[in-house]
């Protein structure tokens, strides 16, 4: 069964620097599996941040990135602001359409 | 612009059965692959199902299958995601979303989430 990791939290300053990653407890992730990020706060629904590694979807901010870092997927906020407080999730692609989601990571701006 | 409502939520008795639509708006339905996603109260995300864009194929998490159908209607522009023998365990929201055109080449992520619907299974 895959299993997709992610910190469970994490604290930033106001205009710091944070990276989540997302790894496999089997394995590595590399972008074939085509990483995507999520982010959700309390009552909403998801919103796609990052596909395809690094790819920006429409209306993210640039203080958003994703990459490879070693064996996992990487997102990055660079400066971060108080409305990025929320909660994130990686994907994983399986192929045929299967995606796997990790636990999430709980970022938290003060 | 796109929308996805999602319907047919609410509370059931375990053992029952449900049936959730997702009501697709805002662009050409019958060329997107489409997604249920539910999540737990207080919990994280899991993928359930995925319907291919001409719904020649479907996957199921393993969590689901076997109790769980995924269908589509593209002349109703609606998703269907039948829950059978409902368990105490299935209390979640229930998301739709959608992925990209098949014809684009993008693949594996999801780009639009509807609001989501709430079923209580209760014991």
């Known amino acids: 069964q895959t299993v997709v990791t992610q910190e469970p939290s994490f604290s930033v300053s106001p205009g710091g620097t944070v990276t989540l990653t997302c790894g496999l407890t089997s394995g590595s992730v590399s972008s074939s599996y085509y990483p995507s990020w999520y982010q959700q706060t309390p009552g909403q629904a998801p919103r796609t941040l990052i596909y395809n590694t690094n790819t920006r979807s429409s209306g993210v901010p640039d203080r958003f990135s994703g990459s490879i870092l070693g064996n996992k997927a990487a997102l990055t906020i660079t400066g971060a602001q108080a409305d990025d407080e929320s909660d994130y999730y990686c994907?994983?692609?399986?192929?045929?359409?299967?995606?796997?989601f990790g636990v999430g990571t709980k970022v938290t701006v003060l | 612009q796109v929308q996805l409502v999602e319907s047919g939520g609410g509370v059931v008795q375990a053992g029952r059965s449900l049936r959730l639509s997702c009501a697709a708006s805002g662009f050409t339905f019958s060329t997107h692959g489409m997604h249920w996603v539910r999540q737990a109260p207080g919990k994280g995300l899991e993928w359930l199902a995925v319907i291919w864009y001409d719904g020649s194929y479907k996957y199921y998490a393993d969590s689901v299958k076997g109790r769980f159908t995924i269908s589509r209607d593209s002349s109703k522009n609606t998703l269907y995601l039948q829950m059978n023998s409902l368990r105490a365990e299935d209390t979640a929201v229930y998301y739709c979303?959608?992925?990209?055109?098949?014809?684009?080449?993008?693949?594996?992520?999801?780009?639009?989430w509807g609001q989501g619907t709430l079923v209580t299974v209760s014991s």
């Open positions: 994907a994983l692609y399986m192929g045929s359409g299967i995606n796997v």
């Open positions: 979303a959608r992925e990209p055109d098949f014809w684009s080449g993008q693949r594996g992520y999801l780009d639009y």
